[in-house]
């Protein structure tokens, strides 16, 4: 959907010396500012960016030592792993955000980038593309399919990095959804989980699949528990037996939302 040269999404011409970067307002700004001349509309774009941000600019160590070591700043956690426990990160950003312990930078329609009161700040990108038609092997429409219609393939990642650039994870999440006014039937291409090369943890029971309720909800999903943490610098970040969920949803009308959770 979206074609250009990746070699066009470097901003700045390699110098023999880095910028150094002493605040966080101003690794903040510099950051979206380099984002948003690039204008990245794809993740491998996205992350293409971003190191050559990095490249370009030194972020002095004073900036992560003056935050919390922790990855989710902000979150009381309880035991247990209930529903009632679940935190959604829309949710959880939005509220930072008012309150002013967050700031969320949009670059385009596809990414976003929320910076955090602690050394961890995220990435969330969306792509879509033209959902095929189902049909036979003959190329002609199934009659049942001919009675829906298809939402657009959405793929959303949703990824961790440090201040300095380091990536603590990735979450992601491919699917689409039929609807027919009266009903939603949910289609998941695939949903997966990639960690940054320094982070030290373990994931268990992950899982990807669908899930209807009704005929007016219906939602595609990834899951699993993760025990990780991370260093680098003397900066430790550490997120410990947490469940993870990234996942579409989708109703009867064909209105598809994006969502991460976390307990």
């Known amino acids: 959907m979206f074609c250009f040269s990746l070699g066009s999404l470097s901003t700045k011409a390699a110098t023999t010396e880095k910028d150094s970067i002493k605040t966080a307002s101003e690794l ?81 329609d596809n990414v976003s980038v929320i910076f955090t009161n602690s050394p961890v700040y995220f990435i969330e990108s969306t792509e879509e593309t033209l959902t095929l038609p189902n049909t036979n092997k003959n190329g002609v429409m199934r009659l049942a399919a001919s009675r829906y219609k298809n939402t657009k393939t959405v793929t959303h990642r949703y990824t961790a990095k440090s201040w300095v650039g380091l990536t603590l994870f990735k979450l992601g999440v491919k699917g689409y959804f039929s609807y027919n006014g009266s009903k939603v039937k949910p289609h998941l291409n695939d949903a997966w989980y990639t960690r940054g090369t320094l982070s030290i943890w373990q994931v268990s029971g992950w899982h990807k699949g669908t899930y209807t309720k009704g005929s007016n909800y219906a939602e595609v999903y990834g899951r699993g528990n993760f025990h990780y943490g991370f260093e680098v610098k003397g900066v430790g970040l550490v997120i410990q037996d947490k469940y993870f969920k990234v996942y579409l949803s989708s109703n009867a009308k064909g209105k598809v939302s994006k969502h991460t959770t976390i307990r």
């Open 28 to 108: 903040q700004n510099k950051l979206t500012s380099y984002l948003k001349t690039a204008n990245p509309k794809t993740d491998g774009e996205v992350e293409k960016v971003v190191s050559d941000f990095y490249k370009d600019n030194n972020v002095d160590k004073k900036i992560t030592s003056s935050f919390d070591n922790t990855g989710l700043p902000n979150i009381e956690y309880s035991e247990g792993t209930s529903e009632n426990n679940a935190i959604n990160i829309d949710k959880y950003i939005d509220e930072n955000v008012d309150k002013g312990n967050f700031v969320e930078k949009k670059v385009n």
